[in-house]
Structures are given as structure tokens and as C-alpha cells.
């Protein structure tokens, strides 16, 4: 059934969003936002607190209703087709949803019992293994650290396959360490044709991740392009050279060792020290 | 209904029955605080009281049962509020499951628990010298009063833990419902009270319930008692249910 729902809207965009509007009483959060995401895509819509960033991603996710508007999302309405839009989507909210109280495993086959999948013992078992889990999956989750819940919810969220994720803020509060881990399984995920939707207030993981990006300002998208779109918008880079003063965040990186994990730590040793533009240089100055 | 409803439920009981499980002190400190007023009333107050009967633990009894679930299900507004607070509500609300799943999953969990609390309450009555030479039927009666008591309240709890803004609120309600005992035929005849007071003992629906299984358990006839008890027990249930299920709706929508 899903299959058959899936290639029926093969054609549509995976996430389309039109005229959108929602208030909270007197608080008008979101004034007509229009956007269409990809299938296959990183999606960043970044935004500062209070932008609406969340609302968003709870009326794509089916918990909120829109005041006006229309959003489908793998082709079903979000509101008069809540039900299939569910069996297309999984939510990884701002705060991790896990049950504190179970182990990383029994979360994972709760999940799984959720889903209505056969084997609900192997596919914990599975994503225990992708996520680097394997030693903590007896352990309750109440005992993880931030990264390692954050990684479980993630887990949580993979099962049954969904074709579109939301992640909503996915690093807000993690260290720095724990961020990387979660750009590379977000990175990861991308790679097998899954489309991710992903909320945040951070500049560099947009940048990092995303296809397209969108700034959400004030309730209305303000800018939505490639990378390289959004930075032909500023006057030309001009080439300044300025002394690297390493960032705290790579001297913490090299103390604690994560440089030990190979392709990952050029790259972003390379995103930092490519010419700086001026935005950047009176950052660091 | 979703197809998946009574699968999705069993589901849900089973994870928050492990909740239990890990932390039975919910179900001791359920029954703690009964089981201290039991021995209370009836090694210190009892001699005192005349009720007209053989044994006070006899009489006493089905009032501490009553107060041992009305403090019973402030744990199931709590452990709602709890799932509300952090991410695991909303998961569940993105998930395609039966909706009302989540919801019946702290109910059924709420009545297990507070089987475990009750029985435990009746080993300690019978320590104390609880004897009752009632037959199968009867406690089955008593049983099928004690669940829709049980469920009526759950859904009272439901309310209150959806609707909670603090923890300390979700389950603040249960209060005066632990109270109510007191206000009834419970510890003491109501013909002992005055005026007003016997007016509302006499017409709140704690009497009617405890009267019943006290005639239940004492072999007596028990006359309207059992038809007003059920009748009060359906009718909070219903209404609870209702008010919960819209409560419930709004929020998730």
C-alpha cells in the first residue's frame, strides 16, 4: 500500500508548502511561507529563536494545524491526510524523545512494535550497530550523555524506513564532538535517498550539510537558494589575508582527539581556512 | 478505530508496565500510606469508635481500598504529564499509530498498578484480622466495583495530567478525592455526623461504593447500594472519558 502510495506521488516534490500561516493568539509566527524541498534533499531552514523554525516542523509533522495554507508532504495533505503523512515522515524533535526509563534497545523495539515491523529484536540490534551503540544498548537511556541520546533519537527516528525526516535543531546542545557525529550521520542518511528536513540556528551546519537553504525571518522565508546561491547574494569575496588563530572549537578537537576519525577532520580543517571573506574576518578579529 | 489500536495499546501498557517494574516504589508508596491509616484507625482511633458491627478492620476496609486508588492513579496523571514533557509524546503523536493508544496504555497500566496496591492492602488487612466468608461471586462483585472505581478515576487522572502545567499540579487533584473517604460511610456510621455534613456523607458516591462491598464482603443483602454504586462509577467514567478524549484532541491538534 505504501509502495504504491509512494510512486503515485513520485512525481511531487517530497515537501510542498504554500501560503502557509499560523498564530499563536496574538502572535503571528508564520505570515505565508512557500517552499518546496526535493526528494533526496538537505533541506536547512535556518532561522533565530522564535523565527518559527519549530512550528514549522510540527505542522509538517502532523501536530499542529496551519491557520491557512496548504502543505503536502510526499504528496498528502498534512491535514486532511495526517494519517499517510505520518507513515511517510518520522520527528526528531528539539528535545530528545527517548524513554529514559527503558534501555537504548528496548527504545529501538519499541519503535520498531510502533511500526508494525516483523523482526523488532534484529532491526534494534541493526541500528545499535550503525549507531555506535552496541556496548550502551543494555543500558537505560537515562544514563546516556547528550550525544549518545541524540544519536539513539536519530536511531529511533530511522526505523521502518521513512522517506522524509524532520530534524528539528539536532545539534542544539551537543558538544562539539557529538555535532560531527550527528553531521555524519545526517550526511550519511542523505546518501541513501532519504529527504531530510532540518531545522537550525547555526550558520556552519547549514553550510555543512544542506543542499538548499532557507532563512526564515519574521515568519516569511527571507532567502532560499543552493549554498552558492545565497553567497552570490553578498559582494564578491574579496581576498584578505588574515592570520588563522585557531577557534577554541578546534583546539578542543585536537586536545580530545577526534582528528584520530580520518576523512572527517580535513574537511573541516579545510572549510576554515580557505580565504575568509570579510564577514568572517571581522568575526575573528 | 485503527486497525492497529488494540496492538498499538498492548504495546504502550507493556512499555510503561516496565516503568512500573523498574520502579516499584510507586506501587509501595501507593500502598504505604493506606496501610498506615488502616493501622491507625484501627489499633488507635477503632477502640473508640462504635459502629454497631463485630470487627473495625471489617468495616474499615473498603474506605482504605477507595483511598488506596484514589492515591493510585495521581501516578498515571503524573507519568502522562511526564510523557508530555519530554520529546516521547510528540514522537508518538508523528507516528502512524491508533492515537487513543497512547492514552489507553497509561489507563490499563493504571489498573494493573493499582490491582497490585489493593492486594497488597488486603494481605496486610488480613494479617490485622480481616476475615470475610464471602463466596466467589461475591468478590468477583467486589472486584468488578473496585475496576470500574478504578477506571472512572484513571480517566478523572487522564484529565488532570494532560491539562497540568507543573508536575506538582498533575497530581495535586487527587487530594480531595483521598479526602472523600473521610466525608463517608468509610471509618464511621454516617448517622454519628451533623446535619449537613450526614446530608453529603450520605449522598456522595463513596458511601454507595463502600456500603456495597462491605455488604458484599459481609454476606449481607446488598439491596439499591450496588445499583447507586455502579450507577456513580459509570457516570464518572463516562463523563471523565469525555472530557479527557476532548481535552486530548485539542491537544494534538
Given amino acids: 500500500m505504501s509502495a504504491e502510495a509512494a510512486t503515485g506521488a513520485g512525481r511531487e516534490p517530497a515537501i510542498r508548502v504554500q501560503g502557509m500561516e499560523k498564530s499563536y493568539k496574538e502572535l503571528h509566527v508564520l505570515k505565508g511561507v512557500d517552499l518546496e524541498v526535493a526528494r533526496g534533499s538537505i533541506f536547512a531552514l535556518l532561522g533565530s529563536n522564535g523565527a518559527g523554525k519549530t512550528t514549522m516542523v510540527r505542522i509538517l509533522s502532523t ?9 503536502t508532504v510526499n504528496g498528502f495533505d498534512v491535514t486532511a491526510d495526517a494519517q499517510r503523512v505520518r507513515e511517510s515522515i518520522s520527528l526528531t524533535g528539539q528535545f530528545a524523545a527517548v524513554d529514559e526509563v527503558l534501555t537504548g534497545r528496548e527504545n529501538l523495539i519499541l519503535v520498531a512494535k510502533l511500526r508494525h515491523l516483523k523482526d523488532p529484536g534484529t532491526v534494534a540490534d541493526d541500528l545499535l550497530a550503525r549507531f555506535d551503540l552496541v556496548d550502551a544498548g543494555p543500558r537505560k537511556a537515562g544514563t546516556y550523555s547528550g550525544g549518545m541520546r541524540r544519536r539513539l533519537d536519530i536511531a529511533m527516528s530511522l526505523i521502518g524506513n521513512p522517506p522524509i525526516i524532520f530534524l528539528d535543531e539536532p545539534t542544539t546542545g551537543l558538544d562539539p564532538e557529538a555535532r560531527i557525529e550527528v553531521w ?35 515568519g516569511r522565508i527571507i532567502v532560499n537558494g543552493t549554498l552558492a546561491e545565497l553567497k552570490a547574494l553578498l559582494p564578491p569575496a574579496k581576498v584578505e589575508y588574515v592570520e588563522k588563530q585557531p577557534s577554541l572549537e578546534d583546539i578542543f578537537l585536537t586536545l580530545v582527539g577526534t582528528n584520530g576519525k580520518g576523512g572527517k577532520d580535513t574537511n573541516d580543517g579545510s572549510g576554515k581556512s580557505s580565504p575568509v571573506t570579510t564577514e568572517s574576518s571581522k568575526e575573528q578579529s | 478505530m485503527s486497525k492497529h489500536f488494540f496492538g498499538d495499546t498492548a504495546v504502550l501498557t507493556g512499555r510503561s508496565l516496565s516503568h512500573i517494574l523498574r520502579s516499584p516504589d510507586t506501587i509501595i508508596t501507593t500502598a504505604v500510606t493506606p496501610i498506615a491509616l488502616m493501622l491507625m484507625f484501627v489499633y488507635v482511633l477503632g477502640g473508640a469508635i462504635n459502629t454497631g458491627t463485630g470487627s473495625y478492620v471489617n468495616y474499615l476496609l473498603p474506605g482504605i481500598l ?114 472523600l473517604p473521610f466525608v463517608s460511610s468509610a471509618f464511621v456510621p454516617t448517622e454519628t455526623m451533623p446535619g449537613p455534613v450526614r446530608w453529603f456523607a450520605e449522598n456522595q458516591p463513596v458511601t454507595p461504593i463502600v456500603d456495597a462491598i462491605r455488604s458484599l464482603l459481609a454476606q449481607q443483602p446488598v439491596g439499591t447500594d450496588i445499583w447507586i454504586a455502579l450507577a456513580w462509577c459509570i457516570g464518572i467514567l463516562a463523563l471523565a472519558y469525555g472530557f479527557a478524549m476532548a481535552t486530548y484532541r485539542r491537544k494534538i491538534s
Avoid: C
Avoid at chain 1, 546518501?191 to 537550525?200: D, E, H, M, R
Avoid at chain 2, 497512547?102 to 494493573?112: E, P, R, Y
Avoid at chain 2, 488486603?122 to 477506571?151: D, H, K, N, Q
Fill in chain 1, 184 to 218: 555524519q550521520v545526517v550526511a550519511e542518511l542523505a546518501k541513501q535517498g532519504t529527504t531530510v528536513l532540518l531545522t537550525t540556528q547555526y550558520l556552519d551546519e547549514a553550510e555543512q550539510l544542506a543542499d538548499r537553504i532557507a532563512i526564515l525571518h519574521q
Fill in chain 2, 66 to 179: 477507595l483511598i488506596t486508588i484514589a492515591s493510585g492513579i495521581a501516578y498515571t496523571a503524573y507519568r502522562l504529564f511526564l510523557d508530555m514533557q519530554g520529546g516521547i509524546f510528540e514522537r508518538f503523536q508523528s507516528m502512524p499509530i491508533a492515537r487513543s493508544a497512547v492514552l489507553w496504555g497509561h489507563v490499563l497500566t493504571s489498573l494493573v498498578a493499582n490491582l497490585v496496591s489493593v492486594t497488597l492492602v488486603v494481605l496486610v488487612a488480613l494479617l490485622m484480622g480481616f476475615r470475610s466468608g464471602a463466596g466467589v461471586l461475591a468478590w468477583l462483585a467486589v472486584a468488578g466495583i473496585l475496576t470500574m472505581f478504578t477506571l472512572a478515576l484513571t480517566w478523572l487522572a487522564v484529565i488532570a495530567g494532560l491539562s497540568a502545567k507543573t508536575v506538582d499540579g498533575a497530581s495535586a487533584f487527587s487530594y480531595p478525592l483521598i479526602f
Fill in chain 1, 63 to 71: 501536530l499542529l494545524r496551519p491557520d491557512a495554507g496548504t502543505a
